[in-house]
C-alpha cells in the first residue's frame, strides 16, 4: 500500500506557472505506474498525465500536451507535475494517483487503486 500528499497547488495568473508535487510514503514508489488527474467544480474527474515505473514513458491528455511536463524521482518517492503556460481551464483540484497493475502509463481512473487528498490550482485571467 502506498500513501499520497500533494502539495504546490495556488493561485496564479494566466500564463504562469506552477509545479505539483505528489510525496509517497509506504511501499516503494518504482511498484506503481504514476498518474495526475483533475476535476473542476461541477465537472468529472480528468485524466492530465502519466509517467511509467522507471519514469522512461509519458502519457498526457490532448489538453495539457507542450504545457505540462510529469516526472518522478523513485529514490526520494516524488512525482511532480511542471506546469507551464497556465490557462483559466486548468483550474481544478489536482490529484495524484497510483496505479500498481497496468504496464505502461493509463489515462482510464478506474485503473488506479490509490489516490491522494488534491491539491487546489486556480487560474485567473
Known amino acids: 500500500q502506498v500513501q499520497l500528499v500533494e502539495s504546490g497547488g495556488g493561485l496564479v495568473q494566466a500564463g504562469g506557472s506552477l509545479r505539483l508535487s505528489c510525496a509517497a510514503s509506504g511501499r516503494t514508489l518504482r511498484s506503481y505506474v504514476m498518474g495526475w488527474f483533475r476535476q473542476a467544480s461541477g465537472k468529472e474527474r480528468e485524466f492530465v498525465a502519466a509517467i511509467s515505473r522507471g519514469g522512461l514513458s509519458t502519457y498526457y491528455a490532448d489538453s495539457v500536451k507542450g504545457r505540462f511536463t510529469i516526472s518522478r524521482d523513485n529514490a526520494e518517492k516524488t512525482v511532480l507535475l511542471q506546469m507551464l503556460s497556465l490557462k483559466p481551464e486548468d483550474t481544478a483540484v489536482y490529484y495524484c494517483?497510483?496505479?500498481?497493475?497496468?504496464?505502461?502509463?493509463?489515462?482510464?481512473?478506474?485503473?488506479?487503486?490509490?489516490w491522494g487528498q488534491g491539491t487546489q490550482v486556480t487560474v485567473s485571467s
Open positions: 494517483a497510483a496505479d500498481r497493475s497496468s504496464g505502461a502509463p493509463q489515462p482510464n481512473s478506474a485503473a488506479y487503486d490509490y
